[in-house]
C-alpha cells in the first residue's frame, strides 16, 4: 500500500505564496515521478508540475515562473512552492506518484486565492 500525505493548503490573498509538501509512505520502491495536480470546482483534473527521481520536471504553462516543484528523494517528499497567486490558481491539489505503472493520489488539500 502507498500513502501520500499533503500539507500546507490554505487561504491566501492574491500575490500571496503557499508551498505544499507531499510524503509518500509505504510499498514505494521503485517510486519514478512524484507531482501535483489540481481540480477547480467544475474543471478536470490537470497537471500542474511533475518531477522525476532524476530530477527531470515538466511544468504546466499556467503557472511557470511562478511556481516551483523540489523533490527530496531520501525523505520521498515533494514540494510545490507557489509564488504570486492568481484566483484561477484556485482548486484542490492533488499529490501523484507514479510507482512501477501505477498512479497514487492523496486525498488532496485545497488552496484557495481569494481577497
Known amino acids: 500500500q502507498v500513502q501520500l500525505v499533503e500539507s500546507g493548503g490554505g487561504l491566501v490573498q492574491p500575490g500571496g505564496s503557499l508551498r505544499l509538501t507531499c510524503a509518500a509512505s509505504g510499498n514505494i520502491f521503485g517510486i519514478y515521478a512524484m507531482g501535483w495536480y489540481r481540480q477547480a470546482p467544475g474543471k478536470q483534473r490537470e497537471l500542474v508540475a511533475i518531477i522525476t527521481n532524476r530530477g527531470s520536471t515538466d511544468i504546466a504553462d499556467s503557472v511557470k515562473g511562478r511556481f516551483t516543484i523540489s523533490r527530496d528523494n531520501p525523505k520521498n517528499t515533494v514540494d510545490l512552492q507557489m509564488n504570486s497567486l492568481k484566483p484561477e490558481d484556485t482548486a484542490v491539489y492533488y499529490c501523484?506518484?507514479?510507482?512501477?505503472?501505477?498512479?497514487?493520489w492523496g486525498q488532496g488539500t485545497r488552496v484557495t486565492v481569494s481577497s
Open positions: 501523484n506518484a507514479y510507482i512501477l505503472g501505477t498512479n497514487y
